[in-house]
Structures are given as structure tokens and as C-alpha cells.
């Protein structure tokens, strides 16, 4: 599926009219860290820590970030394989954020997921048809001409042989059982899927094969996507609108031409920096890579304020002191920044520079420059010192 037939179905056409399919709010996840005889809790690691986010029927969400931000985390709290620790989670008007197994099951068949891994998402015991024809078993769903054509059916819609129906995984290469998990996934032609990584387990010569069926599966079927990835090419041709998360949070969420030719949360800008440019006239020529000092706090304890702060070139006082809110600061682009990129800052007053915002300044100057709306000092020399 081209860029342009994805863009002439975009947000343009009419997104925000359409009915709000999955509503999510103040969603919380936390893992509690238990030690000792008496197993008594000692902390929590805070995989997703208050996000929200509307997806809408027939759209499709992208959600990036660094490994451990809890994208795989939300993507299963979503989908009620895990218990939420806070928030609601609404799906097609009906709250299911705290229903039991039994409660979630007639919903099953609306909602799927795509798991990450290929080789622990299908058991090893059981043939292929068994696999994709579980779900039919579980709902009591006898589909039009039998259960068996029609797991045939799905394993030549996704790419596979119908003779592969008596086989078993282990005779599957990763990307076969990959798609093996997507034609069980949509068997019961559910109305949201969660996919996780559903590419980045394939050889890259076929990942353009399995975008464009999900693509072209999502407007036989009707189908809503929430897709993980870290691949950010395959998230832009795919999505309609991204979520950027970091440490738990969604530091930005707008659409993919907004998002991608004007990143306003300096941590967007520093993604889109590492996108390689495959245009041999750019060799040797200065790198706009900006390449962020330290690494990824701990989830345990994260940084007080912006979680962002402590590897920020832009960071003053008050992102260490005070959380910013999810804002929309242009129609459709959401941010939490008080320092945005290209627009109005939200803190023009506060100028100190952290000091452990110094160092990473020192390594993203020359190659991401302040916004012209930045009210901090231009040259480190000017900044006042913690001494």
C-alpha cells in the first residue's frame, strides 16, 4: 500500500468524525518489586504511569519509543491480558477495565493482539491448524464452509500454503510463525488489534509484504490498528496518527506528517535525528544526528518533573520541578514539553539551565539548535553555573 492511497484516507478525510472505538485514561501499570521472607513490597517499577489516548474506528496508532518506555506493557494492558493498575480502559462505549476473565471473554472476539515474539506466542504441541482454528473453539463459531477451509483460507491470506495445516511450528522460520499468529489473530475478524512488533521478526525483504496485508486486511475487514514498533519507516507508512512514548509517558501524540516534518517534544526530535537519510550525496557531509548523553532512567524511580529533563539540551528548573501536561499546542499535535520545539514556550520565564541538562547540551550543540522561542542562554559560557 503507497504513502499517497494511506494519506487519501488519513486523517484528512474525516478522522475526527469517526466514533471512538478505544478511549483510555490516567492508565496506570505498575510492578511491584517484592523481597525479603515475608515478601513485602519494596517498590514498583512503573512501566505505563497516566497516559491517554483516543484511537477511532478504522484508524490506525503508532506507538514508538525506546525499549522499556512500557509500549509492550500498555499494548497488553489494552488488551486485558494484564490487569491495569489505575485508570479506565473504554472499548466501544462499554468500561472493561476491571472485568474478570469471564467478563472479557465474548469480547474476544473484538479484540486480538499480535504478539512480539513468534516462537513463544504459538504452542510448540500443536498443528497449525489447531492454532489458527483455536479461536473459532473458544467463541463456539462455526464459520461458513467448516472450521478447516477456513483456516485454510486465512493461511493463504497471509502468505502461507493451505497444505501447512497438519504441520507444526518448529517447521516454521520466525517470520512464517509470525504470520501464523496474524491469520489467528484475525479469524474472528475482530474490530481492534494490538500489534506488537508484528514486523520486526521478518526478514526486510518481506516487511513491506506483511505491511501492506495488514493494510490492505484492515480495509477489507474494517479493522482499527494499535501497532508497536521501533522501526519508525514502517510506523510512518502504516500509521494515521503516533503516540511518542518515554519512561511511561506520551510526550507527544499527533499525525504522522505533523509528527514527522515538525517534531515539537525535543526527545521526537532527537528520534527523528536517527532516521538514516539513504542518499549517497549527503556522504560526509555534516551529521544532524543528535545524540543524547546517559542513558534511560530506571522505571523504579524515575526523574522528578519531566521525565525527559535529565537528558535534555532544553531543561531548566521547572522540568525538574513540575510535570507538563499533554497540551495540544496545534490543532491535532499534542505536547508535554515546557520548552516545545517551534512553538510558544510554555515556561518563558524559568532561564537556569540544569546542570545535567548542560552536558547534554554540550552534545546536541552544533547539530539541534534552540528554537527561537527558547528563552534560555545560546552559549554555555553565559549560563549560570551550580558552583
Known amino acids: 500500500m503507497t504513502d499517497t492511497k494511506k494519506q487519501e484516507q488519513g486523517p484528512a478525510d474525516g478522522a475526527d468524525e469517526r466514533e471512538v472505538l478505544l478511549k483510555v485514561e490516567g492508565l496506570v501499570k505498575h510492578f511491584?518489586?517484592?523481597?525479603?521472607?515475608?515478601?513485602?513490597?519494596?517498590?514498583?517499577?512503573?512501566?505505563?504511569?497516566?497516559?491517554?489516548?483516543?484511537?477511532?474506528?478504522g484508524e490506525?496508532?503508532?506507538?514508538?519509543?525506546?525499549?522499556?518506555?512500557?509500549?509492550?506493557?500498555?499494548?497488553?494492558?489494552?488488551?486485558?491480558?494484564?490487569?491495569?493498575?489505575?485508570?479506565?480502559?473504554?472499548?466501544?462505549?462499554q468500561d472493561i477495565t476491571r472485568l474478570n476473565a469471564a467478563g472479557m471473554r465474548p469480547l474476544r472476539r473484538d479484540i486480538q493482539m499480535i504478539f512480539q515474539d513468534p516462537y513463544g506466542s504459538l504452542n510448540p504441541r500443536h498443528t497449525i491448524g489447531s492454532i489458527v482454528s483455536a479461536p473459532f473453539r473458544l467463541q463456539g463459531v462455526e464459520p461458513e464452509g467448516g472450521v478447516k477451509k477456513e483456516v485454510q483460507r486465512l493461511l493463504e491470506l497471509v502468505g502461507l500454503s493451505p497444505e501447512h495445516f497438519n504441520r507444526y511450528p518448529h517447521e516454521f522460520s520466525g517470520g512464517q510463525r509470525q504470520r501464523i499468529g496474524i491469520a489467528r489473530a484475525l479469524a474472528l475478524k475482530?474490530?481492534?488489534v494490538v500489534a506488537d512488533e508484528p514486523v520486526s521478526a521478518l526478514d526486510v525483504s518481506i516487511q513491506a509484504q506483511v505491511v501492506n496485508l495488514m493494510d490492505d486486511l484492515q480495509q477489507e475487514l474494517g479493522l482499527t490498528y494499535v501497532i508497536i514498533a521501533h522501526d519508525l519507516s514502517v510506523v510512518r507508512h502504516v500509521s494515521d496518527r503516533i503516540a511518542v512514548m518515554y519512561l511511561g509517558k506520551i510526550v507527544e501524540l499527533a499525525d504522522k506528517t505533523s509528527l514527522y516534518e515538525s517534531p515539537m517534544?525535543?526527545?521526537?526530535?532527537?528520534?527523528?535525528?536517527?532516521?538514516?537519510?539513504?542518499?549517497?550525496?549527503?556522504?560526509?557531509?555534516?551529521?544532524?544526528?543528535?545524540?543524547?548523553?546517559?542513558?534511560?532512567?530506571?522505571?523504579?524511580?524515575?526523574?522528578?518533573?519531566?521525565?525527559?529533563?535529565?537528558?535534555?539540551?532544553?531543561?531548566?528548573?521547572?522540568?525538574k520541578t513540575t510535570e507538563p501536561l499533554l497540551l495540544e499546542l496545534r490543532p491535532g499535535q499534542q505536547v508535554a514539553c515546557h520548552h516545545p520545539e517551534s512553538a510558544e514556550d510554555q515556561a518563558p520565564q524559568d532561564t537556569v539551565l540544569l546542570s545535567a541538562a548542560k552536558e547534554a547540551a554540550a552534545g546536541a550543540r552544533g547539530t539541534a539548535r534552540p528554537a527561537t522561542t527558547d528563552p534560555q542562554p545560546k552559549d554555555d559560557q553565559e549560563a549560570p553555573t551550580d558552583k
Open 32 to 57: 511491584p518489586i517484592k523481597k525479603g521472607i515475608l515478601q513485602r513490597q519494596v517498590g514498583a517499577v512503573k512501566a505505563v504511569d497516566g497516559i491517554d489516548f483516543e484511537v477511532r474506528r
Open 60 to 93: 490506525t496508532l503508532g506507538v514508538v519509543g525506546e525499549s522499556g518506555c512500557g509500549k509492550s506493557t500498555m499494548g497488553r494492558v489494552v488488551t486485558r491480558l494484564q490487569d491495569p493498575t489505575g485508570g479506565s480502559i473504554h472499548f466501544d462505549g
Open 190 to 192: 475482530p474490530k481492534l
Open 265 to 319: 517534544h525535543p526527545y521526537t526530535k532527537a528520534l527523528m535525528s536517527a532516521v538514516p537519510v539513504p542518499d549517497p550525496k549527503r556522504r560526509g557531509a555534516k551529521s544532524d544526528r543528535i545524540l543524547l548523553k546517559g542513558d534511560v532512567p530506571s522505571p523504579i524511580s524515575p526523574p522528578s518533573g519531566c521525565r525527559f529533563h535529565t537528558r535534555c539540551w532544553k531543561a531548566t528548573e521547572i522540568c
